[in-house]
């Protein structure tokens, strides 16, 4: 594990916090880490609840790791056809969100696309032509709040 474990001030604003002391997850979970991490002011907020273990699983483990976040859509269209491009990139943009605004937070790097979102856009390009080779503009590293 890396010693430069994330701050309070990392999570992004209401993410669940738990304290399950009983939790045999619990010193590897993002959630249990936060919620030790909370400011003592702090008297209210999102949390999982002990009914979330079930049979010492917890329905809402989230392992403490970094991972890769994307953004910039550029790369994604390098194996479309040059004439078909702005109607891919508008089908990308409804896709995403019925607007040009989502589209464009990503595209920027204002939002990070999880690993899980990369998935589905490159699955989703793949129905206009093939992912092979194609990779986002930018990639970073960091802690998994997802």
Known sequence: MDDNRPTFKDAPWGYPLCFNEG???????MHYYM????????TKGTAIYPSALDNGQCKHFAEICKVDFA???NGLFKNVPKEEVSKVRKALRNY???GVSTYYRYHNGEK???PARQKEIMDFIAQF???????????????DFT
């Open 112 to 114: 990070l696309l999880s």
């Open 35 to 42: 919620g030790q991490q909370a400011p003592p002011t702090m």
């Open 23 to 29: 939790c045999a997850m619990r010193e590897k979970c």
């Open 129 to 143: 032509g093939s992912t092979e080779g194609l990779s986002f503009d930018n990639y970073i590293t960091k802690y």
């Open 96 to 98: 995403l969100s019925h």
């Open 71 to 73: 953004w910039g859509f």
